[in-house]
């Protein structure tokens, strides 16, 4: 497997980074070797995301980025570690993203734990399957009506530093932040009560 180093830093992208007295701590990445999969901790971070962002290119060389989302866990990755795949639900129809991976399947995901501002960046190559085996299924832990299977199989992978991520919260994240205390209003509402009662 490449390391993200050869994916992302071209003479281009190097030359910038002369520019601006950068390129010296990035020179450490360009001799290590690829990581075989991801390991436990982007494992982890992936298991638990409930949307990343997808990138992908068109036969007319303009990019384009789509928001998958679902319930924690929607994604998965194979026992092996080197893919991560997940179910294309329809929605507005467009078939953007299918379309691109039919002339290129090189893709870039980016996923993001606002809360904890963590964010982990993946190349990687895609096959949108609209036919995938029973058994890849079952493979994968993925189930129910789908367009079609994506499975990215991961080129290289970096966690991005957390500057500039506004943490940000969930509809569910904040209930459970709130539970506490609004678990704590209803006793003390219920000892203000009891107190009326007895000075009634």
Not at 37 to 63: M, N
Not at 82 to 100: K, M, S, V
Not at 119 to 134: C, F
Not at 136 to 147: N, T
Request: some cysteine; charged content about 25%; aromatic content about 10%.
């Amino acid at each position: 497997m490449p390391n993200y180093y050869d994916i992302a830093f071209g003479p281009h992208e190097v030359a910038h980074q002369e520019r601006h007295n950068s390129a010296q701590r990035y020179e450490v990445m360009a001799g290590q070797p690829g990581p075989d999969g991801l390991g436990l901790a982007e494992i982890e971070f992936l298991a638990d995301r409930d949307s990343f962002y997808i990138a992908s290119v068109g036969s007319d060389g303009w990019p384009y980025v789509q928001h998958r989302g679902g319930p924690r866990g929607f994604v998965t990755v194979s026992p092996d570690a080197r893919q991560i795949a997940w179910a294309e639900r329809a929605g507005n129809r467009q078939y953007i993203t299918a379309g691109h991976l039919d002339a290129d399947g090189r893709v870039s995901l980016i996923a993001v734990d606002y809360p904890a501002r963590r964010r982990l960046k993946i190349y990687g190559r895609a096959r949108y399957d609209t036919a995938p085996s029973p058994e890849k299924l079952a493979g994968l832990g993925i189930d129910g009506p789908m367009d079609a299977l994506l499975t990215v199989t991961v080129e290289a992978f970096d966690w991005n530093c957390p500057k500039f991520i506004t943490p940000r919260f969930t509809a569910d994240e904040v209930r459970a932040a709130a539970e506490p205390l609004q678990n704590r209003i209803a006793a003390l509402e219920r000892q203000v009560e009891s107190l009326r009662q007895h000075q009634a």
